[in-house]
């Protein structure tokens, strides 16, 4: 990645998580690892994000709430499933009340696997996510372009 | 002339609250004259999976009931079981374990302190917090190889030992850290914009704290001089530990009861480097476990209590666990009866709430 | 050093006497466990004083309803709610009844089946 063709914002959801890769998702904004030298910044307005952070398997009641966020967020959007909970359900796919991985509710972009996601992973993601959501933002102007 | 009181919602998702949570709060003008709590948006059902697993296989379960105080839920299933099947942990065992859980006391409080900063809106402090902190999870990386889930403890002791490089090399740290968090907790301590939001804010007095079952920190906070580690637990009964108390009972004496005890833990870590035997880490457990045991144990957010009934086959019928966070959200509804709204995120806050951990 | 952690069985028609007899000596409830057992569920509430910890052990059949102590002990309505609405333990009367929308699950009573 040569340089950055924007500041993202992002905007983290704990959908059930055990806690372990939401403050894993915070500490990557603090000193050691921070990802606001990136110009990223972690906002908490759906409405001025481009990506979506999902920690934590989805249950019945997150459910909703995931699926209006991702409605709120303006597009192009990336959505980025941290942790292996996020991506399959992971240790607590058996539980009676989770449902399983983010993309059984949205569709997810950049799956970032381990238990908890260690900083360096989770930063890994956010620059995978960030390659994905430039392509779509073309692909986004030239739909506009053709007039569509 | 009829009053009329408005109904806010607060929460699920809330800028100073890292977790949903829902509290219904009920307005005259300003201030808060009810709240009901409303949880369950991250509640998975974990109990339930110990009847479906091996019960060796179900630390793991149990330590990801939640991320902050992991070690401590992998240790309170482990001694619950060893309890129950009469196992003799060994003594090096015993102080590893107790090694894990105070440094997960200092980085719980630490990220404690960070998330209070932050909702002061303090960031430099919240920084300054969380940069410490990070010296804590390195040590946990080099001795455990995870930064927020261990997985080093099994029934019958723990998987990892450390040598006396590595012991060496904590009390460096921990030495270090100690000179290195003054500037931090000076700062909470003494500071003008810390100290008015936090200086008589949301008063519990020993008595209440005592009946609404209040636990750790908010507990010695009123002065009450309780702390589950004293029951003498893996190692502590060989430690010196005297509860760390203030008699403020207000938010201001929670956040230094924290700090004081972040102080402690650092003192308890260098007394188990300094007594810590040679020997095994574990025993190896032979059949099934048959009967149930109640264990408490003190975690960085207060008591916690751990149940184990087993039927004699390696699925066990019930782990129960009963978090800090349940105790304490009633009389934080209390609480919050009386106060103004711009400080209830605040007191939500000085419980330290772990709704992972509440909800399972 | 040894500290109290005793599990006593109880009746039912002694069992509200006994609460309010811990109520009355300085115990508070530290703990509401529900389990299911064989036609019915085991309830198991444990009190503490200081170090000191003991629990009552309430047997009940299936169908049979349980007074509830927030009456005695407020801050137990969080642990009521939830063995009732987990368990299906038919629980009277409780202060702040959430009426089985504490977690709001999707499942009713899981706990109330084994495996």
Redesign the interface.
């Known amino acids: 990645m040569a340089k950055l063709a924007k500041s993202p914002w992002l905007l983290h959801y704990d959908g059930s998580s055990c806690n372990g890769c939401d403050i894993e998702v915070l500490a990557c904004t603090t000193p050691k690892y921070d990802v606001e030298r990136f110009g990223i910044i972690n906002t908490g307005d759906p409405f001025q994000a481009d990506i979506l952070m999902v920690t934590g398997g989805v249950?019945?009641?997150s459910e909703n709430v995931i699926k209006q966020i991702y409605s709120q967020m303006p597009d192009p959007k990336v959505v980025v499933a941290v942790g292996i909970c996020a991506c399959t359900g992971g240790v607590f796919k058996e539980c009676?009340?989770i449902k399983g991985g983010v993309d059984t509710v949205i569709p997810v972009d950049v799956y970032v696997p381990g238990c908890a996601a260690r900083p360096e992973s989770i930063i890994d993601g956010v620059v995978k996510a960030l390659e994905i959501l430039e392509k779509k933002r073309e692909a986004y102007a030239a739909r506009k372009k053709a007039g569509a | 002339m009829v009053k009329e009181f408005s109904t806010i919602p607060f929460g699920p998702q809330h800028p100073v609250l890292p977790e949903p949570v829902h509290l219904d709060l009920i307005l005259d003008d300003e201030t808060v004259v009810g709240a009901?709590?409303n949880?369950?948006f991250i509640?998975r059902?974990l109990?339930?999976l110990v009847?479906?697993k091996d019960f060796k296989e179900y630390v793991y379960v149990a330590e990801r009931v939640c991320g902050i105080c992991s070690f401590g839920h992998g240790m309170g299933y482990c001694e619950c079981l060893e309890n129950i099947m009469n196992i003799e942990v060994p003594r090096r065992g015993n102080y590893l374990r107790t090694i894990w859980m105070e440094m997960s006391r200092v980085h719980s409080h630490l990220l404690w302190l960070g998330l209070l900063a932050d909702a002061l809106g303090f960031e430099s402090l919240f920084m300054e917090s969380w940069k410490l902190r990070e010296q804590i999870l390195d040590m946990f990386d080099a001795t455990t190889g995870g930064r927020v889930i261990f997985s080093v403890n099994c029934v019958g002791g723990v998987l990892k030992d450390m040598d006396q490089s590595m012991l060496n090399n904590i009390l460096n740290t921990v030495n270090d850290m100690e000179k290195e968090i003054r500037p931090v907790t000076e700062t909470f301590l003494n500071d003008y914009t810390v100290g008015t939001r936090l200086h008589g804010l949301g008063v519990l007095t020993a008595d209440e704290a005592?009946?609404?079952?209040a636990v750790g920190p908010m507990l010695r906070a009123s002065g009450v001089s309780?702390d589950?580690r004293?029951?003498?637990y893996a190692a502590y009964?060989e430690l010196d530990l005297e509860p760390v108390i203030d008699t403020d009972g207000d938010s201001f004496a929670r956040c230094r009861v924290r700090i004081n005890e972040l102080f402690q833990s650092f003192d308890l870590i260098r007394q188990a480097i300094g007594k810590i035997p040679e020997g095994d880490i574990s025993v190896p457990v032979k059949g099934n476990p048959e009967g149930?045991h109640?264990m408490?144990i003190e975690q960085p957010r207060g008591?916690a209590?751990y149940?184990v009934?087993a039927n004699g086959t390696k699925y066990i019928?019930?782990f129960?666990l009963?978090t800090p966070t349940?105790?304490n959200?009633?009389?934080m509804v209390e609480l919050i009866k009386g106060c103004q709204l711009a400080d209830v995120a605040l007191l939500i806050l000085t419980i330290d709430p772990c709704i992972s951990c509440t909800?399972r | 050093?040894e500290?109290l952690?005793t599990?006593e069985e109880i009746s039912m028609d002694k069992f509200m006497q006994e609460v309010i007899r811990f109520k009355m000596e300085g115990w508070?409830?530290?703990?509401?466990?529900a389990?299911?057992v064989d036609g019915g569920y085991e309830l198991?509430y444990?009190f503490g004083r200081?170090?000191d910890?003991r629990?009552l052990r309430l047997k009940v059949a299936e169908d049979e309803t349980v007074p509830s102590i927030t009456q005695v002990?407020?801050?137990a309505?969080?642990?009521e709610n939830e063995a009732a609405e987990?368990f299906g333990v038919k629980i009277e009367n409780i202060d702040?009844d959430f009426k089985g929308k504490?977690?709001?699950?999707?499942?009713e009573t899981?706990?109330k089946e084994?495996?």
Do not use: W
């Open positions: 249950n019945h009641q009676y009340n | 009901v709590p949880i369950g509640h059902g109990e339930k009847e479906t005592k009946v609404m079952g309780y589950a004293k029951t003498g009964g149930e109640f408490r008591e209590i149940y009934k019928d019930r129960r009963r349940t105790s959200i009633p009389p909800e | 050093m500290f952690n599990i508070h409830v530290i703990q509401i466990c389990v299911r198991s444990s200081d170090y910890m629990t002990f407020h801050t309505y969080l642990q987990l702040l504490l977690y709001r699950i999707s499942r899981p706990f084994k495996g």
